[in-house]
């Protein structure tokens, strides 16, 4: 698993599926792999990533802040669960950027 919060980083690992919101799309990717691999990246590839910062202050981007306080208030949440509040805490946060997910296989996101 990896995580991008970076500007343009949709795509960041070229992995051949995008969850779409209600299914997996499958991009022409060649170079499948039999790796189990997920990218969390903090926009989609033609759109920028926010800077934020923590409740310390400490400087750090939007999606990876929020990832952090989504995962340290739900420590083990499904998929759908850690991508509803993740979004939902950026926009709660004033930020327009979507936290997106892929993957190189797609899976039963409900898990």
Known sequence: TAVMDCCHSG???????????HGWKEETNPYHS????????GCADDDTSADASSAYGAPGGAMTTAF????QS????????????LNRLLR??????HAQLTSSQSFDFSR
């Open 68 to 71: 952090c306080d989504v995962l």
């Open 11 to 21: 795509t960041g690992l070229d992995l051949p599926y995008t969850w779409m919101g």
């Open 92 to 97: 709660r946060r004033g930020f327009s950027q």
């Open 74 to 85: 739900n420590p083990c949440p499904s998929y759908p669960e850690l991508m509803d509040q």
């Open 34 to 41: 039999v790796a189990d691999v997920q990218l969390f990246s």
